[in-house]
């Protein structure tokens, strides 16, 4: 029982059940602002407050907290990967081979959302009544074509990963890089040994995640819109659970053990509906199970931004959706060219929760063929499908992985198995983590 009670999959779980029930049952408690600040509104020129729920609050300042760590271990992983590779056009190899499966698989993951919502066809028979109701204004505003520069600009993630890559090259030719390495080494040490601290928290901002989900929104607004729910979420696990598991057998791996080696990550991203928050823990997890350290600081990072297998998912099938709701006919050419679309809309989107929506909106200002104010029908469900969408994100890049470091013959099979075989004891491996036993 004292083992259970120190599991951090348990508490995450204790968290997420209880985040529901308060979120249906005590709605305003889940909602009671604990931050507010008056400002004046430019249009309305009235005196208006804008808050923050407690909830919410909860779950923001975990997910911040982790925030703190991403760009820090996505530059250390990278520079030291690159260093260690001493081997240049292996860099660029293993960066042109992730940048080719990003786009061949997540162009596969449109095809099957496109597809999925033509046969099911969950937008036929939908009451459009709600389209007048429902304030898309803060999406429409934005709904402007995609622009690489722009999303440079605006993904600092992305720009880290470039500044990285960059340094482990400028590394590669100092004769110095030994004493950096000896500097950086034990910084990524201690910058891994606090996250495992910060992830303590979890349960905590899980609990404020799902609280604010279910109080805001409420469980009866799924009714309405319960056939395209369901369309999705079996979707998405038909992808996982066939094209991922077929990618990872190519090299056998099996998608069911590593599922459950994640768990913990799954379960956060769940409650907090953000795969930022267990993203810094997945690099490390990967790398503990056998992926060398250059392809995970390469391809998660990279992957973040560009393949997102859930989100395409979703905006294919919500495009689809949506035509059927205002019976507007397309052809096949209009078909693929909204495949098209999205394959650079959808690049945009990286893992925040609400910035699939906002893509959403953007994809259809630029098509204008199907009528943007239909955005209004998901916004009462856009939240509870961003869940599925940060998990099948999640678990894609965690697959993308673990195929292009067995491609590259940098995976260690036997650490696999040990890491794996750790997931049947009882043991916490948060806990084992933080007492010294963590792999850099």
């Not at 997420?16 to 308060?22: E, H, K, Y």
């Not at 190899?93 to 698989?105: D, M, P, Q, S, T």
């Not at 992957?303 to 297998?309: A, P, Q, T, V």
Request: aromatic share 12%.
């Amino acid at each position: 029982m004292r083992k259970l009670f120190t599991n951090l999959t348990f508490w995450v779980l204790i968290a997420i059940t209880a985040g529901i029930l308060i979120g249906h049952f005590k709605p305003t408690l889940a909602l009671y602002p604990v931050l507010s600040a008056p400002f004046k509104h430019t249009v309305l020129g009235q005196e208006m407050s804008i808050g923050i729920s407690i909830s919410e609050f909860l779950s923001g300042i975990f997910i911040s907290l982790v925030k703190l760590f991403i760009n820090p271990i996505i530059f250390l992983t990278i520079t030291l990967g690159i260093v260690s590779m001493s081997n240049l056009k292996k860099v660029g190899r293993v960066g042109a081979k992730a940048l080719l499966y990003f786009e061949v698989v997540t162009t596969f993951a449109l095809v099957i959302g496109v597809i999925a919502a033509i046969i099911i066809q969950p937008g036929s028979g939908v009451d459009t009544s709600a389209v007048k109701g429902g304030d898309i204004s803060q999406y429409t505003r934005s709904s402007e074509e995609f622009s690489w520069w722009k999303f440079l600009k605006a993904n600092f993630t992305l720009q880290v990963l470039i500044l990285a890559i960059l340094s482990g090259i400028g590394l590669s030719f100092y004769e110095g890089r030994e004493k950096v390495i000896r500097f950086l080494k034990p910084v990524s040490y201690y910058i891994f040994k606090a996250l495992h601290w910060v992830m303590l928290l979890a349960p905590i901002g899980a609990f404020g995640g799902m609280a604010y989900t279910i109080s805001k929104y409420g469980i009866n607004t799924l009714l309405p819109l319960a056939k395209l729910m369901g369309t999705v979420y079996i979707t998405m696990a038909i992808f996982i659970f066939v094209v991922l598991y077929f990618i990872l057998r190519m090299y056998r791996v099996s998608i069911f053990r590593f599922l459950r080696y994640i768990r913990e990550e799954l379960l956060v991203v769940l409650g907090t509906s953000s795969s930022e928050a267990a993203l810094p823990s997945l690099m490390e997890k990967l790398e503990r199970m056998g992926c060398s350290k250059s392809v995970v600081g390469l391809v998660v990072p990279t992957g973040y931004s560009f393949n997102l297998d859930g989100t395409t998912i979703y905006l294919s099938m919500c495009m689809i959706f949506l035509a059927q709701v205002f019976h507007v006919e397309l052809s096949f050419a209009q078909v693929l060219s909204i495949i098209g679309i999205l394959m650079l809309t959808s690049k945009g989107a990286a893992g925040v929760t609400g910035s699939g929506f906002a893509v959403l909106a953007s994809t259809l200002a630029t098509i204008k063929v199907i009528p943007i104010e239909g955005l209004a029908l998901l916004l009462g469900v856009d939240r509870f499908m961003s869940e599925a969408r940060a998990i099948t994100n999640f678990i894609g890049n965690g697959a993308a992985t673990i195929w292009l470091a067995n491609n590259e013959k940098e995976f260690d099979r036997q650490k696999m198995e040990r890491a794996f075989s750790r997931v049947d004891e009882t043991e916490d491996i948060v806990k084992d983590n933080i007492e010294g036993e963590t792999i850099v």
